[in-house]
């Protein structure tokens, strides 16, 4: 059986944030993930501590203010920019002791963006030698211009850089967006995976019957020997507990 933990940006978002981490912790979970934590880091202190709940993820760079952006990494012509909200991500993850951070591409295209995301994550790599760092396809409904779009580009930029610590974070959700077979993808690419996260196409619902074939999945989680964690990223229909008859099944 997989290790399930739970996104607190998504998942019992009808309670105010510092309540989310012992709803989690009732709900069943033992690991939660934030995607932005760096204005809330004392409050998501306070309740990895006062629920005993393991800190698996956060997101990295934070979104870029000025272009509405969700990272820069990829941005020829930005890597000081990026390598100066890297250094405050590092003093942040000091305290928050993430076990990984997801490092986003902003968006780009073409040869010049695909040698700058390596640069910069070789860069990162070396600049922190005790984190583990991912990247994560996202699909270009949602985000039509982002650079790293897909499962074979995402291939390439971590053969090209080539480190044990930078690895694949796989989304069930993104995944059948940009290729249509979730599962396909990951048989392909299971090997360079250091998490996974689920949702459900086309909303990015909870896990149900439909084009992800999720019992399925996670036997293949288990077959496989992937020993990491599996985040419930989604967004639920419902209020959060009424929508975790998955992880229960």
Known sequence: MPKFAANLSLLFAERPYEERFAAAAQAGFSAVEVLFPYAEADATIAGLQANELELILINAPLPDAETGQLGMAATPGAEARFRGQMEDLLKTAQ???????????????????LETFVANLRWLADAAPWMRFTVEPLNPRDRPDYFMNSYDLAAEVLD???????GLQYDTYHS?????????????????????????????????????????????LDDSG????????????????????????
């Open 95 to 113: 305290r928050l002791q993430p076990d990984l951070v997801h490092v986003m591409s902003g968006n780009g295209a073409g040869p010049e963006a």
């Open 160 to 166: 090209r850089v080539a480190h044990d610590r930078v």
């Open 176 to 220: 059948a967006l940009i290729e249509g077979d979730a599962l396909d993808v990951w048989r392909r690419h299971r090997h360079r995976a250091f998490h996974v996260q689920i949702g459900n196409p086309p909303d990015r619902s909870e896990p149900a019957p439909g084009e992800v074939d999720f019992a399925g999945f996670f036997g293949e």
């Open 226 to 249: 992937y020993d990491g964690w599996v985040s419930a990223e989604y967004v639920p229909s419902r209020r959060t507990e009424d929508t975790l008859g998955w992880m229960k099944a």
